[in-house]
């Protein structure tokens, strides 16, 4: 991937690549540190594309390299590639001495994110100045366009790829949590380059060439040539680019902080375009996250958070223009605008996302805590923690200016995330978990009403708005620089929160309060499923309470509770005991916030859960979902799924075919199954319009035949079951039925009756002729008194 240029072959990258399949990889890596300080940068720069391959592997996939994702602290490789790649480490000591030279390393356009490969198809600068004045026109045409990138840009972008690109891992294995040597890298890269406490350390080499310089004005159609290959590097001087700056230290090395955050956030969030997202577009091939990759952006925004709140309180508190550039360093600048400008318009498109087309399952938990996590940045201040439990912390009014310019990140995900709430099983410990989770954080104290202010300084009217556009408000996409905010700050707050909701949702958004009348309704809908969820939690475990009770040693036997249909439909194995204590714990915490969030009516509260649970008394969990019938058989509506999701009605599930030929029950003996299915199969076939015939009769011997040779209480059972009518009819024909004399159960009950018979000296002819005797008798009297029991 180096430049086209004419070079020699190299020796050493040959030796390297014999030594990769033959060395193990401590002995690899000693060879590889005695390399990087003994040989010059023009021997380096031959083996650096092949090393970093190795290490991260390739862009497509298809070489998996040092499997960082795989890779635990357990394992005995683990210690060896932490020091190899180390901020400190030998390979970054290899990108400082290539970085030093004018090498250039390229990347195909095609593995860069969507959104900026598709602006420079189109001949559009890109958003981010780290793709600025990059572009390499290949020889053979525009098809195989090339992004040229420094040492460390090139770095950084490999480590970063490596998260999303396509892996082949062996079977039984997948992508890693949070100990694994990529996570942990991450958080060693963010707190070296971002630190909160201190500068960056300097490179070990000196580097006139390592610096940014400030972003040019985007315009609608930039030709290829105004950032081609003979163009100046982006990164010739430092972002701030003031004389004053650059003779501070700290400013020869901030480029390598800026360039890491952009390449993380553009290679981890950028995969949603803004103008996709206003248009209501789906790109061609959407890119789906997975829950590591989410994880990996938590980690990301819980340091980004914690950076910025690093910013010392006297600059925090003075204005921007109050200070000199003497005084306040790079570092301290970055500090100051890096959520605002760096993460929060990409993140919030990611997050909408995923919020949008995320399995509704408990692995949105990853998801979840992302957005709790940006939305409260108080939580990674530095400060001791308070001993006030959290919901009793209240948020500190400096924040207010957070909240209004993050205002769709409070009110516009918590209405996506209570459209999710209403379709998800809430009885599910792991889902109930997320909803309580969300109030809990939307009840801190006074964060309700810092929201509820934003939303009222958005609907204020400003007739000026679009005749008042600052250059200091300005986002990168829009023109605007890296201190523009210096020069110029927007005490506007009107301004302020009207700017980013038309920034994210466009001019012409149609704004849904999160405080009005709308959303209360839909919030009462949440809070009327929760009640239901909480009986459905409880009936659930008092049904498990009895299934626990009715097991014995005689269940064996089919004593016991054996019927499998009897079994909750839909309840997963751990959602019984402590699981579904902690659903009802959660759900009543949930219900206590939601009502201090929305300052809800008590009364109103307990009058819907006490019409709720008087309903339930009157038996409306056994009632049938919400159907329509129709010459199919019954046919589900929108409401009858959703009180099935949430357990509130369910059909009674029946086994819908042939009785007789039904899996072999454990307390059945399989051999007598067979056998006696046989036998009565030639006797049906024989024997089957006698049956019908008698069966048909209005008078007595056919309502004893009916007795006999159907069941009633099935076809009862099976009208509330969702099925064909084709199916009702065929099981309600007259058949003899021989299946119940292989029961186990059955077998020890004419065992006992024929030892029993012998103990009053009666033979086995006899016994058999007294059983059917008083099977006769017994049918003969259910049918005579039948109409009096129905009756009683």
């Known amino acids: 991937m180096a430049n086209p240029t004419l070079q020699q072959p190299s020796f050493l990258l040959a030796n390297l690549k014999a030594d990769a399949t033959t060395k193990p990889l401590l002995q690899r890596c000693q060879d590889l540190v005695k390399i990087i300080d003994e040989y010059p940068a023009k021997e380096l720069h031959l083996i650096f594309p092949w090393l970093v391959e190795c290490v991260f592997g390739s862009l497509d996939g298809v070489i998996a390299g040092w499997n960082l994702r795989l890779l635990h602290s357990r394992s005995n490789e683990y210690n060896i590639v932490m020091d190899f790649l180390n901020p400190s480490g030998p390979m970054m000591k290899l ?15 095609n593995y860069l994110p969507g959104p900026v490969k598709a602006c420079i198809q189109e001949g559009v600068l890109p958003d981010c100045p780290l793709f600025h004045n990059k572009l390499q026109f290949p020889l053979s045409g525009l098809l195989t366009l090339n992004i040229a990138f420094n040492p460390f840009e090139f770095f950084m972008f490999n480590f970063a790829y490596c998260l999303i690109s396509p892996k082949n891992y062996p079977p039984g294995q997948y992508g890693s949590s949070t100990d694994s040597a990529y996570f942990v890298l991450v958080d060693t890269y ?7 406490e201190g500068s960056v350390p300097p490179s070990p080499f000196s580097d006139s060439r390592g ?12 030709s290829f040539a105004s950032y081609g290959i003979h163009s100046p590097s982006l990164l010739k001087h430092h972002i701030f680019h003031q004389p004053s700056v650059n003779a501070d230290p700290a400013a020869q090395e901030i480029w390598r902080s800026e360039t890491l955050l952009q390449m993380f956030v553009e290679i981890w969030l950028h995969h949603y375009s803004l103008e996709m997202y206003q248009k209501l577009q789906s790109p061609q091939e959407p890119f789906s996250p997975t829950e590591e990759h989410v994880l990996v952006v938590r980690l990301l925004v819980k340091h980004v958070h914690a950076f910025s709140n690093s910013l010392k309180p006297e600059q925090l508190s003075s204005s921007p223009s109050a200070h000199s550039h003497t005084h306040t360093s790079p570092l301290e600048e970055f500090k100051r605008v890096v959520v605002q400008r760096f993460v929060h318009q990409k993140l919030y498109l990611f997050l909408q996302h995923c919020f949008g087309h995320w399995p509704l399952d408990a692995s949105f938990r990853a998801v979840l805590e992302t957005w709790l996590s940006y939305i409260q940045p108080w939580r990674y201040t530095g400060e001791k923690p308070n001993p006030q439990p959290d919901q009793n912390r209240t948020v500190p009014e400096k924040w207010e200016s957070f909240v209004h310019e993050n205002l769709l990140m409070y009110t516009k995900l918590f209405q996506v995330f209570l459209n999710r709430a209403v379709r998800t099983d809430l009885v599910n410990a792991k889902n109930a978990l997320m909803v309580f989770r969300v109030a809990k954080v939307f009840a801190q104290p006074n964060l309700a009403e810092m929201t509820q202010k934003g939303e009222q300084l958005f609907l204020e009217p400003e007739h000026v708005l679009h005749h008042r556009q600052p250059r200091g408000y300005l986002t990168p996409g829009q023109g605007g620089s890296y201190l523009s905010s210096r020069q110029r700050v927007v005490t506007d ?13 466009g001019q012409d958004c149609q704004y849904k309060q999160m405080f009005g009348t709308e959303l209360r309704g839909a919030v009462m809908k949440l809070i009327q499923i929760i009640v239901q969820a909480r009986q459905t939690a409880k009936r659930i475990s008092d049904h498990s309470s009895e299934v626990a009770a009715n097991k014995s040693f005689l269940s064996w036997f089919g ?25 009802h714990e959660f759900l009543d915490r949930a219900l206590e916030n939601l009502c201090q969030i929305f300052k809800l009516n008590q009364g109103q509260l307990n009058q819907l859960i006490s019409n709720l649970g008087s309903l339930e008394d009157d038996g409306n969990s056994k009632q049938l979902p919400d159907c329509v019938q129709s010459e199919n058989g019954l046919i589900l509506t929108d409401l009858g799924r959703r009180q099935i999701i949430n357990g509130l009605r369910r059909f009674d599930i029946h086994y819908q075919g042939d009785p007789e030929l039904q899996p072999i029950r454990s307390y059945e003996n399989a051999l007598l199954v067979r056998l006696f299915y046989r036998i009565s199969s030639l006797i049906n076939e024989r024997f089957g319009r006698h049956m019908n015939a008698l069966c048909s009769r209005p008078d007595f011997l056919g309502r004893l035949g009916r007795h006999y040779l159907t069941n009633l209480d099935s076809s009862t059972k099976l009208k509330h079951s969702p099925m064909s009518r084709h199916v009702l009819e065929r099981s309600q024909r007259p058949k003899l039925s021989l299946r119940p004399l292989a029961s186990y159960r059955t ?19 006899s016994s058999t002729v007294l059983l059917l005797a008083s099977g006769f008798l017994y049918g003969l009297l259910m049918t005579l008194f039948a109409d009096k029991l129905k009756t009683h």
């Open 747 to 765: 077998i020890l009950l004419l065992l006992l009756f024929y030892v029993f018979g012998a103990l009053l000296s009666l033979g086995p002819i």
């Open 211 to 222: 610096s940014v310089s400030a972003p040019s004005p985007r315009s609608s159609s930039v």
């Open 559 to 583: 004593l016991g509770a054996s019927d499998l249909n009897h079994s909750f439909p839909g309840a997963e194995p751990e959602e019984t005991g402590e699981y579904l204590k902690k659903t």
């Open 493 to 505: 707050m009107v301004f302020k929160v009207k700017s980013h909701v038309y920034g994210l949702e």
């Open 190 to 196: 963010l707190k070296y380059f971002l630190p909160t």
């Open 95 to 109: 990108v400082y001495k290539l970085q030093a030279e004018e090498y250039k390393y390229e990347i195909p356009i």
